[in-house]
Structures are given as C-alpha cells and as structure tokens.
C-alpha cells in the first residue's frame, strides 16, 4: 500500500451557505466569505457542487472561489460535457465526479462507473490531461474500486450514507467494516482514498481513523452548527472531533 499523507485533512463542503441565499434569491450569505472563514478555521479545503440546476453554488461563486481558496478547492460536479467544459475553464486543484438526478435532495448514492465505462475514461483523460486530477465519488463495492482505478482517476471519494444512516451499533461496525475493506483495496490499486457524505459530529471519528484514509468532506453538520455558533468554531469543532478531542 501507498500512504500519501500521514494527518487526515477536512476539506468543508459550503453549498449550503448558498441553499439560504438562494432561498430568498439575494446576495447573503455569500459562499466566497464562508470559504474564507471555513479557512480561518482551520479546513484544509473547500469543497463546492455545482449542480446542473444551480440550486445552489453558481458559477460566479466558483470563480471568485477559485481566485480567493487558499487552501485547494474541490469541484464536485457530474461528469457531462457542460461541467467539464467549466471544470477545464477554472482549473480546480481537483474534481470530484458524482452521480446527480435533478429530483434528489442531495447525492443519494455513489456513482455506477460500469453503466457507462468507455464514456468516464474519456472524461477522465480530458480533466487530467490539463493537470486536474480526478476522484470518483463510489459506494465501497470491489468491482466500482476496480473500475475506478481503470479509468486512471488518481482519487476515489467513498459514500459513507450507508455508514451514517445505519441502525445501532452493530450495523453501523458492519458499514465500517467495509469502507476499511474498500480503502485498503483503492491503496493496493494506487488510488488516493477520501471519504464523505452523511458524517457529522457524532460519528466521524471511527471514519477518520481508517488507516490510508486521505480527507473528509463534511458540509451539512457543519454548516449546521455554524448558524448556532459560527462558522469557524464550527470547522475547528470538527477538526477535533475527528481526531477524537471532544
């Protein structure tokens, strides 16, 4: 196995500082002022899904966030040709390519490689071929790790909704037991290992603590806590509870 980074690193999700603006379809709060807090918090990244109905992030917001990220920042977006024409306009430090279905509350599961193989390697050829790398947002299943790493992605980010929304103590161990399983099959593959969906306060830490594990991206739980306590003490209390000093 390769190990790329010897501390796990957060990177915070901000859409949802853009789901209350556009509730009301004004100008606050202004994601770009998140990112920067989210920063002074202590994120290691800024991670921002430009979804194909843009209900939330806006294409104005991820320029300005380009120019103004100081950490790196993370484009979750599908993998059409609208997206990756803007993803090669902006040039994040990476993409992350996710399943999207305009009637879902937020991404519901991870993305199917093997429905549409031939297409995903092209996709990822384009972005990486102008120096963006790719990670594809998957379930911990063996045979979407293996696709993965076919396609020559240098990422994969593993869905933890299965983990998050388990059922008592012994169904939640079984969940993690095959994200460790999953992350330890993407490191023999080569691929980067990060994780993200559904994980809050309350149950990071066994995430955080799988071995090869690279980064988390945590958005709702967080921007959550932000409208009781503010958005820094909110990044700084998930730093800590990651690393299981709460």
């Given at each position: 196995m390769t190990y790329y980074l010897t501390v796990l690193t957060l990177g915070v999700n901000i859409d949802h500082t853009a789901t209350i603006r556009?509730?009301?379809?004004?100008?606050?709060?202004?994601?770009?002022?998140?990112?920067?807090?989210?920063?002074?918090?202590?994120?290691?990244?800024?991670?921002v899904h430009l979804r194909e109905d843009r209900r939330h992030i806006q294409d104005r917001d991820v320029r300005l966030l380009r120019q103004t990220v100081r950490t790196h920042l993370?484009?979750?977006?599908?993998?059409?040709?609208?997206?990756?024409?803007?993803?090669?306009?902006?040039?994040?430090?990476?993409v992350t390519l996710v399943p999207e279905r305009r009637e879902e509350v937020t991404t519901e599961g991870g993305l199917n490689l093997l429905g549409d193989f031939d297409r995903y390697c092209g996709v990822v050829e384009q972005l990486q071929g102008a120096g963006i790398p790719v990670s594809w947002f998957i379930d911990?299943?063996?045979?979407?790790?293996?696709?993965?790493?076919?396609?020559?992605?240098?990422?994969?980010?593993?869905?933890?909704?299965?983990?998050?929304?388990?059922?008592?103590?012994?169904?939640?161990?079984?969940?993690?037991?095959?994200?460790?399983?999953?992350?330890?099959?993407?490191?023999?593959?080569?691929?980067r290992v990060n994780a993200g969906h559904g994980l809050t306060?309350?149950?990071?830490?066994?995430?955080?603590?799988?071995?090869?594990?690279?980064?988390?991206?945590?958005?709702?739980?967080?921007?959550?806590?932000?409208?009781?306590?503010?958005?820094?003490?909110?990044?700084?209390?998930?730093k800590q509870a990651m690393f299981g000093k709460v």
């Amino acid at each position: 196995m390769t190990y790329y980074l010897t501390v796990l690193t957060l990177g915070v999700n901000i859409d949802h500082t853009a789901t209350i603006r556009q509730a009301r379809r004004t100008v606050e709060p202004d994601p770009v002022a998140a990112a920067v807090l989210a920063e002074l918090g202590g994120a290691d990244g800024i991670t921002v899904h430009l979804r194909e109905d843009r209900r939330h992030i806006q294409d104005r917001d991820v320029r300005l966030l380009r120019q103004t990220v100081r950490t790196h920042l993370n484009l979750e977006m599908a993998p059409t040709e609208e997206m990756v024409g803007i993803a090669l306009e902006i040039k994040p430090d990476y993409v992350t390519l996710v399943p999207e279905r305009r009637e879902e509350v937020t991404t519901e599961g991870g993305l199917n490689l093997l429905g549409d193989f031939d297409r995903y390697c092209g996709v990822v050829e384009q972005l990486q071929g102008a120096g963006i790398p790719v990670s594809w947002f998957i379930d911990a299943d063996t045979e979407q790790i293996r696709a993965a790493a076919a396609t020559e992605a240098k990422f994969i980010e593993l869905h933890t909704g299965k983990y998050a929304e388990a059922h008592g103590e012994r169904e939640q161990q079984e969940e993690l037991e095959i994200l460790k399983q999953g992350t330890a099959q993407a490191l023999d593959l080569g691929l980067r290992v990060n994780a993200g969906h559904g994980l809050t306060y309350w149950n990071v830490y066994p995430v955080a603590c799988i071995e090869g594990m690279e980064e988390l991206n945590i958005g709702h739980t967080i921007i959550s806590r932000a409208v009781l306590v503010g958005l820094e003490r909110a990044v700084r209390e998930m730093k800590q509870a990651m690393f299981g000093k709460v």
